[in-house]
């Protein structure tokens, strides 16, 4: 080979090198004397060299298509961002809102953040009746204004009085059920609370004749039998379905809140949230609180689930409404495979957790619950279930498990005695030997 062509070569190799270093792609290689005939020639090693990135260069390619959500783990399960702290939950009826609450509340007891507490006694903000700034414990009428981080237990929304209670930060978000399942569990539960229910041999016969049973006057005493979820935004349950006022009611609603979370897809509303939340994986894991026994919940027949849509026309037109923007939500915010494999984590770490927990893994009916403090309250004709933990768990462990299934009433009254040690602490009447 010509020394003029070779030396072309070994500058033209030195320089593809050069620039290699350079970029951090191959590790620097002294460089080889020229010897004719050897395979660790310059034109080889070049080409060699070259043909590395190509293929360093695809597999990069290809990794950028690879889900970053399934990098989480490594990086403690957590979302980009600082975790969102000041958060407003309507608390609707029958719609495993119960959990959510759960899930609030040992996110606040573990992060030290103020919680929305009903006032002295009470055990609700206020329900029925719209809420107001004074059924919060702490919030004083015409005292200096207050806030606090979280606010989710049951009220009755009322977004002026909520305003002088919460920062101007808050993420709102609330959960719906399908109505016709949402009415049944309610019909068990306030069987013997709501005069509407008391009157009717069963939910059927309640559908067939509901005006027999449901007087329109006692609206606040009946508010679970019909448009529940409706009433609890803070609307009329009794209002005519007109399509403008259904609208508008539907536009308000979406204007107040970020987030409206789908029960029956509870998982993936769960993960919906935490991501909006930027929480880690184990801040929205859960055990079921407040849920029924199989025995105790009826099934409608087909005509009396039709009558059921019905009787609660503005729920189903809330629930239809909201089932599909939540849906799009998810793919707009996650597509398909990211969502399937965040569900299976969230289900998997579940399991491990109800393993780790759960004596047997399985809820239990009042009477094989053995701590007291454990028992759920029980109301109407519902067989409300809760757990038994294993035995032999060390303290950290234990602390964790109890907070996951503690019951509504007795976790609300702890974190009452937390925030306000001067005061008497509630009494669960329940409980009370």
């Not at 190799?13 to 080889?32: H, I, N, S």
């Not at 990135?53 to 990086?75: R, S």
Request: charged share 20%; hydrophobic share 40%; net charge positive.
């Amino acid at each position: 080979m010509p020394l003029s062509l070779r030396g072309s070569m070994q500058r033209s190799c030195y320089t593809c090198d050069a620039e290699l270093r350079w970029v951090g792609w191959v590790t620097p290689v002294p460089p080889v004397p020229l010897t004719r005939g050897l395979t660790g020639s310059p034109t080889h090693r070049c080409f060699w060299t070259l043909l590395i990135l190509t293929l360093l260069l695809l597999l990069l390619v290809g990794l950028l298509h690879v889900d970053m959500e399934m990098l989480t783990p490594l990086l403690g399960g957590q979302t980009e961002g600082l975790p969102i702290t000041n958060i407003m939950f309507l608390k609707t009826h029958k719609t495993a809102s119960s959990t959510v609450l759960n899930i609030l509340y040992r996110f606040a007891e573990m992060h030290n953040l103020s919680v929305a507490l009903p006032a002295g006694s009470r055990f609700h903000l206020g329900y029925p009746w719209l809420f107001l700034a004074r059924y919060v414990e702490g919030v004083e009428q015409d005292g200096p204004q207050r806030h606090v981080n979280i606010m989710c237990n049951h009220l009755r929304f009322n977004p002026p009085e909520v305003q002088k209670v919460m920062p101007n930060d808050t993420l709102y978000f609330s959960i719906l059920r399908n109505p016709i399942f949402q009415l049944e569990s309610s019909f068990t539960y306030y069987r013997l609370i709501a005069p509407a229910f008391r009157a009717a041999p069963s939910l059927d016969a309640f559908l067939a004749a509901p005006h027999t049973y449901y007087n329109q006057s006692q609206s606040l005493k009946n508010a679970c039998a019909r448009n529940h979820m409706w009433f609890d935004l803070g609307f009329d349950p009794d209002a005519p379905v007109e399509e403008s006022y259904v609208r508008a009611r539907l536009a308000e609603v979406e204007q107040r809140f970020q987030l409206v979370l789908i029960a029956e897809h509870f998982d993936e509303s769960m993960v919906l949230l935490r991501r909006r939340l930027r929480w880690r994986l184990d801040d929205v894991v859960s055990f079921k609180v407040n849920s029924r026994s199989q025995r105790t919940v009826t099934r409608l027949t087909p005509e009396g689930q039709e009558r059921a849509k019905r009787w609660c026309a503005l729920d189903w037109r809330l629930y239809q409404h909201f089932n599909r923007t939540f849906w799009a939500a998810l793919r707009a915010e996650l597509g398909p495979r990211r969502l399937r494999s965040e569900v299976a984590r969230l289900r998997a770490r579940r399991r491990e957790l109800a393993a780790l927990c759960l004596q047997d893994g399985a809820p239990k009916n009042k009477t094989q619950i053995t701590d007291l403090r454990l028992q759920p309250f029980q109301s109407g004709q519902a067989d409300i279930l809760g757990y038994n933990l294993r035995q032999g768990l060390d303290n950290e462990t234990l602390r964790m498990c109890q907070r996951m299934v503690m019951p509504e009433l007795q976790y609300m009254a702890h974190l009452y005695t937390l925030q306000f040690p001067e005061k008497p602490p509630k009494v669960i009447p329940f409980l009370k030997a």
